[in-house]
């Protein structure tokens, strides 16, 4: 899905028609950020899968997004991982996220992506946005649905607003379906 704009005004239409694609699809999503032009408009990033930012809050949806490594290992060059620690996150095992974070670096280290972890503390989407200003990925990778329904309807789903949010092209990978 393609994606103009930098303004408020514009990332509320671009984060309505992203947040709804986001709502309901079943396959992995890429919003790609382009740049107004009067009749060639150009990407903002080129080689998507270049460098990656990889968000995970350690969910079972997380670990969709990471499996995508696995198919883009051959166009990806470098990674960061990024994990944003909520002050109490109720349920939330503390103080091995820098241990986790490290343990999924070793896998992507294996095939040859130089990697490296950010942990930062605060609210999820601050954190992950400040990730993407500060490590200038090619693309985040992030997946569409984190904890609990409950959870999302009080705090607001991360992953929406990473999309309307965030300057460059953001990969949302869905839950994997259940059996039909």
């Known amino acids: 899905m393609g994606s103009r704009g930098q303004s408020p005004l514009e990332n509320r239409v671009i984060g309505s028609t992203a947040r709804n694609l986001s709502r309901t699809s079943v396959v ?4 790609n950020r382009v740049e107004r032009a009067t009749e060639d408009p150009d990407v903002v990033r080129a080689h998507l899968f270049q460098r990656m ?8 949806n997380a670990e969709q997004p990471f499996e995508a490594f696995r198919y883009l290992r051959h166009a990806s060059e470098e990674a960061t991982l990024v ?14 996220s820098q241990e986790r974070l490290t343990d999924l670096a070793t896998q992507l280290e294996a095939w040859d992506i130089e990697t490296r972890t950010d ?8 954190g992950i946005l400040a990730a993407e200003s500060e490590h200038n990925p090619t693309t985040t990778l992030i997946g569409s649905r984190g904890h609990s329904r409950l959870r999302r309807l009080l705090l607001g789903n991360v992953s929406e607003d990473v999309v309307a949010q965030a300057t460059g092209d953001v990969v949302l990978v869905p839950p994997e379906r259940g059996p039909r």
């Open 28 to 31: 992995p999503l890429l919003v």
């Open 53 to 60: 930012l990889y968000a995970t809050d350690f969910s079972a």
């Open 83 to 96: 994990h944003v620690e909520t002050p109490r996150d109720p349920g939330r095992e503390t103080g091995n």
């Open 119 to 126: 942990l930062r503390q605060g609210d999820p989407t601050e």
